[in-house]
């Protein structure tokens, strides 16, 4: 893939494109939250509809010229609709993180109450950290993991709602390796007469192929971004009952967005075709088959994985126990350094900071995008362990990225 008409403008600019897909096919993606979209989604997103004003919804815009972005965002929403069984959707946040904004703004008035899941036990940003708008404007508390099994304590989680009354329960993780119970969760949200929201931003593809439990016609809300385990480009999607469409469709325009990104939702529309494609089952067993195989790796190499495991596409290795010395930060940059490219991450009962926590976050979606199997997640897993074993040993690198160069050719990314 080369970017000759950026080059004729900005050769800069064309260099950094050129040298970015050449990164991406000469290392292995394995930050949980990141895929491989294909060229059909990506040739969406660099379309004219980047140039297209639209605000409003199909059939319904403040702007003239909106009949092809109508029928764009009608395709995306109709898609959505059948992949996920959703009465309603709204296919415009422009992130995961603005999906869940709309949520709270349909939801809740400043001051109003989010329980989630804690942050350094896998929650994220957007469920109410003190940095995040969500945090500022919100009153927040947090339920956490069992720290001895690493699963959510569905119990703890049902007292602290009954305790702390909140108005919205928002479950969906960034780095929890196991199925969620959203059955469980809503018993909770009911034990407060609070709504659910469900963010499956990771698991958006699993969900959607049936490889992990769904939320929809549970949680009063489901969002969920558009890249990870599923690959249509970057972007955010909100699925909820009729009841709320009107409410959800205002909070997002007007309420938090202006124009939506057509070009975006052009993506989202082709990388839905793909994933109603009955391959897209496969694939998403093969992310979870893969995901599982690579704990495996890990743990016959004496490293720690929360919660003993995965259900997932991601594992999360707590380092402190088998490499007390090893921060993830020390192990992500070795990583790196051999072309593994995967985050550090914080661990449930995290004693280090989170600019430089105990742990690993390691997901398969992108690998398995590239056709790998539970054989080659293995091996991926076996050099993994051998970096954080020894990673300043010169021979143990030069053998690891040979390895890594190899699997790299022979699953190829793009044309
Ligand atoms: N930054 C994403 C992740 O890595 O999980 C979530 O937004």
Redesign the pocket.
Known sequence: MHHERVRAVDPAVADALDAEVSRQHDTLAM???ENHASQAVLEAQGSALTNKYAEGYPGERYYAGCEHADEVERLAIDRAKELWGAEHVNVQPHS??QANMGVYLTTLDPGDRILSLDLSHGG??SHGHPANFAGKLYEVAHYEVDPETGYIDYEELRETAEEFDPDIVVSGY??YPRAVDFERVQEAADAANAYHLADI??ITGLVAAGVHPSPVGIADFVTG?THKTIRAGRGGIIMTSEEHADAIDAAIFPGGQGGPLMHNVAGKAVGFAEALEPEFEEYASRIVENARALGDAFEASGLTLVSGGTDTHLVLCDLRESHPETTGGDAEGALEDVGIVL?KNTVPGETRSPFNPSGIRAGTAALTTRGFDEAACREVGDLIARIVDDPEDADVRGEVSDAVDRLCEEHPIYE
Do not use: D, K, P, Y
Request: glycine share 8%; no cysteine.
């Open positions: 930050i949980a939250s995961g993180t994220h940003l960034s780095a931003a990771h971004s985050n």
